[in-house]
C-alpha cells in the first residue's frame, strides 16, 4: 500500500498540495497517496490522531491550524520555534511528532534560487509581522542582508518579532523605516487577498531588484502594480515559495529533493 500523507486546512478545496506532492512523486519514480483534509473547528489533534490510525505518514498544515500543529508537535525545528507555527508534521515510528516551519527558507530558495537574487549585502523591506513574516525571520538573517527591516500596521507586533531574534533587526510604522530605498521589498501582509494596497511609501521603491508579493494566484496585485510603476528589475508573487517549501516537506519524507521548475511553471499565474 502506498505512504499516506495529506494536507489540513479550512477551507481547503482550493489547495494545491496535492497536485503539487503527486508531481513530485511522479518526478521521482515513487507512489504516495496525498489527500486534503477539511479541518474542524477545536478539533484539530482528534482530527490527526483519527488519520494516524489510518496511516498517515506526514501532514502539510495551512490556515487557520499552524498553530494548532505547533502545539501538536513533540519535537521542534528552530524555525518552527521561532515561528510559533508548524506547515509541516512528521510522524516517526517512534511515536514522535515532529513540527517543521519551511515557509521561510521556502521564500528564500525561491528567491536566491529560481529567482537567482542574492540577499547577501542586500537592503531588505518586508511588510507586515504576521505568521509567514516570522517564519521568514531565521532564513532571511541567514543570507547575511546588510539591513533587514520591517515595517507593520501594528507596531506591538513588529517589535515582538524584533524581541524573537534579538534586535537583529529594524522595525517600525508606515511612513518611518520605508521612506528610503531598499534593494528587495516583501509583501508579506494579507493585503493582497483582498486587493488592498499595503500603506507602504513609494519612497521605498527606487528601482528595487526585487519586489516579492508572497500571495500567490491573485495575478497583478496592488502591490505588484506599484512595483511595475517604479521600475523593480524582477516581480514575483509567492508560486515559487508555495511549492518550495512543499519541497522541502517532500524532502523530508522521501529522502529525495524533487525537481520544482515544473511545478512552478504549472501554477504559475500571469502578473499582468
Ligand atoms: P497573518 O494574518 O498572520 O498576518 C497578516 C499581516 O498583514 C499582519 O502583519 C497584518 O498587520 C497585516 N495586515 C492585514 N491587513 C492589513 C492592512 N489593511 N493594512 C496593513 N497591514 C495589514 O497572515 P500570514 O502571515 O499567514 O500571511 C501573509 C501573506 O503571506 C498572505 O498573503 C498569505 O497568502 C501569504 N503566504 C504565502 C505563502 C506561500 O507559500 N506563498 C505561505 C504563507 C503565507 P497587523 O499586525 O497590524 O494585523
Redesign the pocket.
Known amino acids: 500500500m502506498s505512504d499516506f500523507y495529506a494536507v489540513i486546512g479550512r477551507p481547503i478545496a482550493h489547495s494545491k498540495s496535492p497536485q503539487i506532492h503527486l508531481d513530485f512523486a511522479k518526478s521521482a519514480g515513487q507512489e504516495i497517496r496525498y489527500e486534503k483534509i477539511e479541518g474542524e473547528s477545536g478539533r484539530f489533534a482528534e482530527q490527526v490522531d483519527e488519520f494516524r490510525t489510518q496511516g498517515l505518514r506526514g501532514l502539510n498544515i495551512t490556515?487557520p491550524f499552524k498553530l494548532d500543529a505547533f502545539a501538536y508537535a513533540t519535537e521542534l525545528s528552530d524555525a518552527a520555534r521561532l515561528a510559533g507555527a508548524v506547515n509541516c508534521l512528521t510522524f516517526k515510528s517512534d511515536g514522535t511528532v515532529r513540527g517543521d516551519n519551511f515557509?521561510g527558507v521556502?521564500?528564500v530558495r525561491d528567491i536566491t534560487h529560481n529567482l537567482k537574487v542574492a540577499l547577501e549585502g542586500k537592503k531588505i523591506l518586508m511588510?507586515?509581522?504576521?505568521?509567514?513574516?516570522?517564519?521568514a525571520l531565521l532564513p532571511i538573517l541567514a543570507e547575511k542582508p546588510a539591513t533587514f527591516a520591517i515595517v507593520?500596521?501594528?507596531l506591538a507586533?513588529?517589535e515582538a518579532l524584533c524581541d524573537a531574534v534579538d534586535g537583529q533587526i529594524d522595525v517600525g510604522n508606515?511612513g518611518t523605516l520605508d521612506r528610503q530605498p531598499y534593494d528587495v521589498i516583501l509583501?508579506?501582509?494579507?493585503?493582497?487577498?483582498t486587493g488592498?494596497l499595503?500603506?507602504v511609501s513609494s519612497d521605498a521603491f527606487s528601482a528595487p531588484v526585487l519586489v516579492y508579493e508572497?500571495?500567490?494566484g491573485k495575478g497583478l496585485t496592488p502591490f505588484l502594480a506599484l512595483a511595475g510603476q517604479s521600475g523593480a528589475r524582477a516581480q514575483a508573487d509567492?508560486?515559487g515559495?508555495?511549492v518550495e517549501?512543499a519541497a522541502e516537506a517532500f524532502a523530508l519524507w522521501r529522502g529525495v529533493r524533487p525537481e520544482t521548475r515544473k511545478v512552478i511553471d504549472a501554477l504559475a499565474v500571469p502578473l499582468s
Not at 509583501?187 to 487577498?193: D, E, V
Open positions: 490556515a515557509d521556502g521564500l511588510l507586515g509581522a504576521g505568521g509567514a513574516a516570522r517564519g507593520n500596521r501594528t507586533h513588529a508606515y509583501n508579506a501582509t494579507s493585503c493582497s487577498l488592498v499595503p500603506p508572497l500571495a500567490y509567492g508560486v515559495m508555495l517549501q
